[in-house]
């Protein structure tokens, strides 16, 4: 099922849910410019090898990097429109109300997963810059794409649980 991109799906009700989807929009349009940046430097890129024999240095380091930065900060707004991938092929027999407590589950779950990456994320982050790792050809230090993912992974544990309470209260309004 398809929902209208211009219909939200999770109701931001209180402070909470306003809060938790202003974070989620702006996480979204930074990544969105961060993916127009990374295009852009890849079209110079490529243009510049095509006509000129040269393209930027260290392109593809900057590519891998935003792209794994961008597509972490995107994750939190998708959870809030229920944008991400669901099989519903062993639930569509079922009512209703099941959905939405199987809806409100995975929430919970999808929550915990969050957090714990986002733990584990920072603990690497940590060791990079302990380590000093750097990329090969810029030598910019790894751990520097490690600083968005986190507060992405939190902000989706967070809008995993606002979408698993939301799911929870319809049950209860119902």
Wanted: include cysteine.
């Amino acid at each position: 099922m398809a929902e209208h991109a211009s219909t939200p799906v999770v109701i931001a009700e209180g402070p909470f849910g306003k809060l938790i989807k202003t974070a989620c929009s702006v996480m979204a349009w930074a990544a969105g410019l961060m993916f127009l940046a990374e295009m852009l430097m890849s079209s110079i890129s490529v243009l510049g090898r095509s006509l000129f024999g040269q393209g930027i240095p260290g392109d593809y380091e900057l590519v891998q990097m935003l792209s794994a930065m961008g597509i972490a900060m995107c994750l939190p707004y998708c959870q809030l429109r229920k944008g991400h991938v669901f099989v519903d092929f062993f639930t569509l027999w079922a009512p209703a109300g099941v959905k939405r407590y199987l809806d409100a589950f995975g929430g919970i779950l999808l929550a915990a997963c969050a957090f714990l990456l986002a733990w584990r994320i920072w603990q690497g982050m940590l060791d990079m810059r302990e380590y000093e790792e750097t990329s090969m050809v810029l030598g910019l230090p790894i751990w520097w794409g490690y600083v968005p993912v986190v507060p992405a992974f939190v902000l989706l544990g967070l809008t995993a649980l606002h979408t698993a309470f939301n799911e929870f209260g319809k049950g209860s309004a119902s």
